[in-house]
């Protein structure tokens, strides 16, 4: 069965630090892998998706994450947050034609 | 572009009663629709897999009788839950695809929060 995993739950940090957010999947087939935010108060917002290709995969507002297959791993990086970075970021794999999305983690950026 | 309307957003009601929710995808036509359960601080759950035109694709657990849904057009699909109950409440969320590989990337509404007294 299909089943995505985020290691963080909970992430404080402060402006201008990196971001690392985890994420582990499993699945037998090709997979599409997504990362989802949600802002404080408004609906979920695609950052990025991997389908094929360059293994590293670039998104919104600085956003990247990194397909290794090996791993079955697609952690979500970003150089320097924001506090405007603030928000639940959800892990998602897509098969079957349908969308299974890890536990999220909450990301809170101090000023 | 790609904008899906959820309508309500909040709504309350007595034990017992139905509650419809809709789901409009107001600038692309939606082959596919989903609808999603998100229990506080918890991930979003895929209920049901909506298809225009045919019966709904359910998820193991989802009793069909209790949520009808409806894929009446290419631009709606309704949930409706039927009878509900205390148990029932929970913030509902559907989106919406306009096909291609894996019916990806999707595209959420702004969800229901459903609360039943």
């Known amino acids: 069965a299909q089943s995505v995993s985020q290691h963080n739950h909970h992430v404080i940090l402060s402006e201008a630090a990196s971001l690392e957010l985890g994420c582990n999947y499993s699945?037998?087939?090709?997979?599409?892998l997504f990362w989802y935010v949600q802002y404080p108060g408004q609906h979920l917002q695609l950052l990025l998706k991997y389908f094929s290709g360059d293994p590293l995969v670039k998104g919104i507002k600085g956003f990247e994450a990194e397909f290794i297959k090996s791993k079955f791993s697609f952690n979500l990086r970003k150089p320097s947050v924001q506090w405007s970075d603030t928000a639940e970021y959800f892990c998602?794999?897509?098969?079957?034609?349908?969308?299974?999305f890890g536990a999220g983690t909450r990301l809170a950026v101090h000023p | 572009g790609a904008v899906v309307s959820q309508h309500p957003s909040w709504v309350i009601c007595k034990s017992g009663t139905s509650v419809k929710i809709e789901c409009r995808s107001l600038d692309f036509q939606a082959t596919t629709m989903f609808w999603y359960r998100q229990f506080p601080k918890q991930s979003l759950m895929l209920m049901a897999t909506?298809?225009?035109?045919?019966?709904?694709?359910?998820e193991q657990g989802v009793e069909k009788d209790k949520f009808l849904i409806n894929h009446a057009s290419l631009t709606l699909s309704t949930l409706t839950v039927t009878s509900a109950h205390p148990e029932d409440s929970s913030f509902y969320i559907c989106s919406a695809s306009p096909g291609g590989v894996g019916n990806q990337p999707q595209h959420f509404g702004d969800g229901t929060r459903l609360s039943i007294l």
């Open positions: 909506s298809n225009e035109g045919s019966k709904a694709t359910y």
């Open positions: 998602a794999v897509s098969g079957y034609n349908k969308l299974i």
């Open positions: 699945y037998g087939g090709t997979v599409n």
